[in-house]
């Protein structure tokens, strides 16, 4: 079946510490996003990528960082330099070019830092 | 830039009862307009879109109007059940916004559906 795999769905790191958040998918779209869900927030855009090798920084980029080498990978680095990164993260994926199509999301990672 | 405000929650309903969902938008060209929603722990899943203004999304009982002079979008159900428990989550996405070209989403509405 076609869908986004984000792993780990819980993920704990230290304070100081990188962490790396994972997201395939299998969907054949070029477009891929990350957000950032905390209570009563909604989800905030932090880095997006419409096609390989090129993404642009979203609403919340400050101490995350993305990579896009394959179609089917957008990996999210959360990095020491993010003040309060414990949150639920998720990823989507889109076909890219037309607005009018919808998301699809992923599971989530709940990141927890102890 | 563009915007989506939802009406705050938690709505609690009895099992059976009407419910409504406000959505207001703010949005420099004509957008797509989307309904998600996000049961426990999980992730987001599209329940109903519209495209054009007076656009009628439906699905699983769920209606919601592109209503373009009120710039609203509300999502209606006629008689909720238990299982409609959950996060909904009111979305637009612009094409006139070629600086953002993802989903803008508004803060969610929990409801909670009583027996």
């Known amino acids: 079946d076609g869908g986004i795999t984000q792993s780990p769905k819980y993920l704990f790191r230290k304070e100081g510490q990188n962490v790396t958040l994972s997201c395939e998918q299998n969907l054949n779209h070029d477009a891929m996003y990350w957000y950032r869900q905390d209570p009563g927030q909604g989800l905030r855009l932090i880095y997006y990528?419409?096609?390989?090798?090129?993404?642009q920084k979203g609403d919340i980029a400050e101490g995350y960082s993305v990579s896009r080498e394959k179609k089917e990978s957008f990996p999210l680095t959360v990095t020491s330099a993010q003040k309060n990164p414990t949150a639920f993260y998720l990823c989507a994926s889109s076909r890219g070019r037309d607005l009018r199509t919808e998301a699809f999301f992923g599971q989530g990672t709940r990141l927890t830092v102890v | 830039g563009d915007s989506v405000t939802q009406m705050e929650g938690p709505v609690t309903l009895s099992e059976e009862a009407f419910l409504t969902i406000n959505c207001t938008y703010t949005?420099?060209?004509?957008?797509?307009l989307f309904w998600y929603v996000q049961y426990p722990g999980e992730g987001l899943q599209l329940l109903l879109k519209?495209?054009?203004?007076?656009d009628k999304g439906s699905n699983k009982g769920f209606e919601a109007t592109y209503r373009k002079e009120t710039t609203s979008f509300h999502l209606e159900k006629g008689s909720v059940q238990v299982s409609d428990s959950a996060v909904y989550f009111c979305?637009?996405?612009?094409?006139?916004?070629?600086?953002?070209?993802?989903?803008?989403f508004g803060s969610g509405t929990r409801l909670q559906v009583q027996p």
């Open positions: 979305a637009l996405s612009d094409p006139m916004d070629t600086g953002r070209r993802a989903l803008t």
């Open positions: 519209a495209t054009k203004a007076d």
């Open positions: 949005a420099t060209g004509y957008p797509s």
């Open positions: 990528s419409q096609i390989v090798n090129d993404f």
